[in-house]
């Protein structure tokens, strides 16, 4: 069960923090790729290609959360599994729906899926970045115990508090938020530098996985599979591997259209 801290109510509607913290991370993440792309045909197609990007992003982080990390539970619950107002989404399946979602805009307009997508990663990775706020006031993402008095004790009612008791946990969740916020200057940093189309956004897809592969080390709310892997290790594996051939394949294709001329 997930804690909803409330803000406060209009009408009986209440608005929750993890909503509230969402949009603006939304919202600022929009801003930066508007900023990005000034000057660009892309800056043009932002709003419309978001709408691709969240409806895909919302529905592969609903099959990964339910499918890859909670499968457990919601077998038992089949019910559950369309209930996403109840909580239960992934990152890592948004970020491989939301450029599905931009893949398809793309191809419908005719632009090119990798020049935009280096426009925008370094916005994606921001909005990922305040998004584990809305994780860590939820109580969800949580670490796994740190046997010390270091660490962070959730409330009753959170799933960390459910599973741990009063445990102090690792910041798995919050250091994340701060990896995130490195890649996010490393990209910044990466634009002035002309790298063939695709370059910013396979680095962006690397850097992240791999801080995500070593965090999970620390989770404490996934599952392990083969390898006493999480489902977050194995993807973030394959989106490393998937990342370094579309990488050799950019270069060798880039050589071999100078060689030609």
Known sequence: MLVRVTLFEIGGFAVHSYGVIIAVAVLLALGVAYFLTKNTIYQAHLLDSCVYAIIGALIFARIWHVFFF?????????????????GGISIMGAIVGGAIGIVIYAWRK?????????????????GQALGRIACFLNGDAFGSPTGSGFGIVYPEGTMAYDRYGSQPLWPAEIWEGQCDLIIFAVL??????????????????????????????????????????????????????????????????????????
């Open 70 to 86: 909670q499968w457990g539970y919601y077998s038992k619950h089949l019910t559950e599994i369309f209930a996403i107002w109840n």
């Open 188 to 261: 910044l940093i990466l634009r002035n530098k002309r790298l063939p189309a695709g370059s910013h956004f396979l680095i962006y897809n690397i850097l992240y996985a791999f801080a995500r592969f070593m965090l999970e080390y620390l989770r404490g709310d996934s599952p392990r599979y083969a390898l006493q892997w999480t489902a977050g290790q194995w993807t973030s594996v394959s989106l490393i591997f998937g990342s370094l051939l579309l990488i050799g394949y950019i270069y060798t294709g880039r050589q071999l259209r100078k060689l030609g001329n």
């Open 110 to 126: 005719k632009l090119s899926f990798w020049e935009y997508a280096d426009y925008l990663a370094p916005a994606v990775i921001l």
